[in-house]
């Protein structure tokens, strides 16, 4: 067994007894444990149930770390519990250790668990000064028992006869841990608001004499973590590691060497949820299908619901009264030019990308094969529409590795042609209600709102936040940067480059087959970071340069894009995508297979906001309007209208 001894003069000279246990010791092979003269302690083990998941299989991971899928039956309105009822037999880990009493006399000793999602969370300590709390560790994930009130438990009388005497309790993890007023509503602790992060969890034990819990050295916002320390959480594990708490006398703090990894994987062949906001009450019903809907058991098992896109009346333009299948038929550079010329302003379709208004219409999910279709429908002549559509997941998550598996639709033809979709794997804010605002933004505060433009207000919290894969058919250039010098003199409509008759950089035609993997946050404007600035900056990580763009200092979102070859992203069976969102950092990767991934884009705290608040995963297909990439070598109003059903496939979705 190896134990690690903290402040070592101090215990020896003033009997002050904190043993930190890096790993554990079985009673198998009779270990001593740990103690502090007063009594001692082994066999930390905070889930002795957990053994086998639900099919019978071993619950650990290839490192062999206790492993454990959250389950999606569980009630939606308690968010997700860990483990559920059907997980184990009573819903709660089983935890026990083993304690001795080294006095003169019996004696009760008290303890209490705590844990605390490892994977994304900010270090317990101050970077700048490790004796103080880092500013952000009260956001971390950490819980204790479900009810706070319950503080430290007093074991059963130890007898001072020299035995380890076993200790049994149960805890589960929830949401909203700390029982923060600002996730209840009418009264209800609606723990979905503050789900539990994947990731790793430890787990860390305190046995105490009671003493020292009745005289309130451990002050009572340790004892019960739903209690304020002065205006701000106080993280147990900082207390007890690193702060005051490491110095308390005949106190054992004993963290354990098991580890629980937390993975969602919301099945695609769930099912497809229909929220009734979004269609009248007398029409949706009519297309619902058995597996999409808004029925009970839709509602109860669907991870997945239809989204709906937000149309902007403002991105209305002017489209060719053409139908065309340009991925298969041919299209050439030459029918795009022609078509461009050849038809008279008052012959073109004045329209905006529209969404689905049948219900389950252009998304199907397939429980057999466990996968979602989409599908961008089919344009009849006169009733001109290019539809947009997708999905978006049902419960909301802070942080955490979203990997997507999928086949979208290839986006160029062999000629190089666009067919006008943008691919996007997106993650978006669950909720603009104060319960979901973003930590707050010191300097001038964070636009308001998504729209407003520059004389929009600023505000010290917002509920929005968005992080993007986008992948379309543009330029690779900041704007400003290597365009063509009368693009930049400001000679060429900014909006469409490809209406002008102006050759574009050789490099751009050397271009055919790629498209552009745009990776975006939307910071909201919050200028707080230290090297926050708008035009085009270059930030360096693993030995890559990801040229980061913001239009200026009070856009909402900062930008990369990385070339790409469309058949390799396109053109096979399935892609994998994933947005790997830290608290202080955010990570594109691509690649053909889960652990091929490759990075394509790098943000962090240094230069733009990153959030912190519940998000949701979009997957969609949609027809944007290419004034929002300026650049842009192909023009939304110059793509044909589909001829047929454009389709894309999803086959997972993990986050972890």
């Given at each position: 067994?190896?134990?690690?001894?903290?402040?070592?003069?101090?215990?020896?000279?003033?009997?002050?007894?904190?043993?930190?246990?890096?790993?554990?010791?079985?009673?198998?092979?009779?270990?001593?444990?740990?103690?502090?003269?007063?009594?001692?302690?082994?066999?930390?083990?905070?889930?002795?149930?957990?053994?086998?998941?639900?099919?019978?299989?071993?619950?650990?991971?290839?490192?062999?770390r206790k492993l454990l899928y959250l389950d999606y039956m569980a009630p939606r309105e308690s968010g997700f519990l860990i483990p559920s009822l059907r997980q184990t037999d009573d819903g709660v880990f089983h935890m026990e250790f083993y304690l001795k009493n080294a006095s003169q006399a019996?004696?009760?000793?008290?303890?209490?668990?705590?844990?605390?999602?490892?994977?994304?969370?900010?270090?317990?300590?101050?970077?700048?000064?490790?004796?103080?709390?880092?500013?952000?560790a009260w956001e971390n994930f950490y819980g204790s028992w479900e009810d706070v009130q319950k503080t430290f438990v007093l074991t059963e009388e130890i007898p001072a006869d020299g035995k380890f005497h076993r200790v049994t309790d149960r805890f589960r993890i929830v949401g909203n841990?700390?029982?923060?007023?600002?996730?209840?509503?009418?009264?209800?602790?609606?723990?979905?608001?503050?789900?539990?992060?994947?990731?790793?969890?430890?787990?860390?034990?305190?046995?105490?004499?009671?003493?020292?819990?009745?005289?309130?050295?451990?002050?009572?916002?340790?004892?019960?973590?739903?209690?304020?320390?002065?205006?701000?959480?106080l993280n147990p594990y900082f207390y007890f590691l690193y702060g005051d708490g490491a110095k308390l006398p005949q106190t054992l703090v004993n963290i354990s060497p098991f580890t629980l990894k937390v993975v969602a994987k919301p099945d695609p062949g769930a099912g497809i949820f229909i929220n009734p906001w979004y269609y009248p009450a007398d029409t949706y019903g009519k297309f619902f299908t058995r597996n999409c809907g808004n029925n009970p058991g839709i509602y109860k098992k669907a991870a997945f619901e239809q989204f709906v896109h937000y149309i902007d009346p403002t991105t209305k333009y002017c489209n060719i009264p053409v139908i065309a299948d340009v991925l298969n038929e041919g299209y050439s550079l030459r029918d795009y030019n022609w078509n461009r010329r050849f038809y008279r302003k008052e012959e073109l379709v004045a329209i905006t990308a529209t969404t689905s208004k049948r219900p389950c219409e252009t998304v199907i999910s397939d429980p057999a094969a466990h996968k979602i279709i989409l599908k961008n429908p089919a344009t009849e002549f006169g009733k001109w529409e290019k539809q947009n559509v997708g999905v978006i997941t049902r419960h909301g998550f802070t942080y955490g590795k979203w990997t997507v598996k999928a086949k979208l639709t290839e986006l160029l033809n062999k000629n190089g042609l666009w067919n006008g979709l943008t691919n996007a794997v997106w993650l978006i804010t669950q909720d603009q209600s104060p319960w979901n605002h973003r930590r707050t933004c010191n300097n001038v505060g964070y636009f308001a709102n998504y729209y407003?433009?520059?004389?929009?207000?600023?505000?010290?919290?917002?509920?929005?936040?968005?992080?993007?894969?986008?992948?379309?058919?543009?330029v690779k250039y900041c704007p400003n940067y290597l365009l063509p010098p009368a693009y930049n003199q400001g000679l060429i409509d900014q909006h469409n480059l490809a209406n002008w008759d102006v050759p574009l950089p050789e490099e751009v035609e050397e271009m055919d087959d790629k498209i552009l993997v745009a990776c975006t946050n939307w910071d909201m404007a919050c200028p707080d970071p230290?090297?926050?600035?708008?035009?085009?900056?270059?930030?360096?990580?693993?030995?890559?340069?990801?040229?980061?763009?913001?239009?200026?200092?009070?856009?909402?979102?900062?930008?990369?894009?990385m070339p790409e070859p469309d058949d390799e992203l396109f053109g096979g069976p399935y892609y994998y995508f994933q947005i790997d969102w830290q608290p202080e950092r955010i990570i594109w990767r691509i690649g053909p297979e889960k652990d091929q991934l490759r990075v394509v884009g790098y943000v962090d705290q240094t230069i733009t906001s990153i959030p912190n608040n519940q998000m949701l995963l979009i997957i969609s297909q949609e027809f944007h309007n290419t004034r929002w990439w300026v650049g842009s070598m192909f023009d939304q109003a110059n793509v044909p209208f589909p001829k047929h059903d454009i389709v894309g496939e999803i086959y997972e979705v993990t986050i972890e």
């Open positions: 067994m190896m134990m690690y001894l903290l402040n070592t003069k101090l215990i020896t000279r003033a009997g002050i007894f904190l043993v930190v246990m890096a790993s554990g010791c079985s009673r198998e092979a009779e270990s001593p444990g740990v103690t502090t003269g007063q009594f001692a302690i082994r066999d930390f083990n905070p889930m002795i149930n957990w053994t086998v998941d639900s099919s019978g299989k071993e619950s650990r991971d290839a490192s062999g019996s004696q009760q000793f008290a303890y209490k668990i705590y844990y605390q999602n490892e994977s994304y969370k900010f270090p317990e300590r101050d970077p700048d000064d490790s004796t103080r709390v880092h500013p952000f841990p700390r029982d923060e007023q600002r996730y209840y509503s009418n009264g209800q602790n609606d723990r979905w608001k503050r789900n539990p992060r994947t990731g790793d969890y430890s787990f860390l034990l305190v046995v105490t004499l009671p003493a020292l819990i009745d005289s309130n050295r451990i002050p009572p916002c340790i004892q019960n973590i739903s209690l304020m320390n002065d205006s701000s959480f407003g433009g520059d004389q929009d207000d600023r505000v010290q919290h917002v509920g929005y936040s968005e992080i993007d894969f986008e992948i379309l058919k543009t230290v090297n926050y600035a708008g035009g085009c900056h270059p930030i360096v990580y693993d030995d890559q340069v990801f040229w980061q763009h913001k239009w200026g200092e009070t856009y909402r979102a900062i930008t990369s894009k």
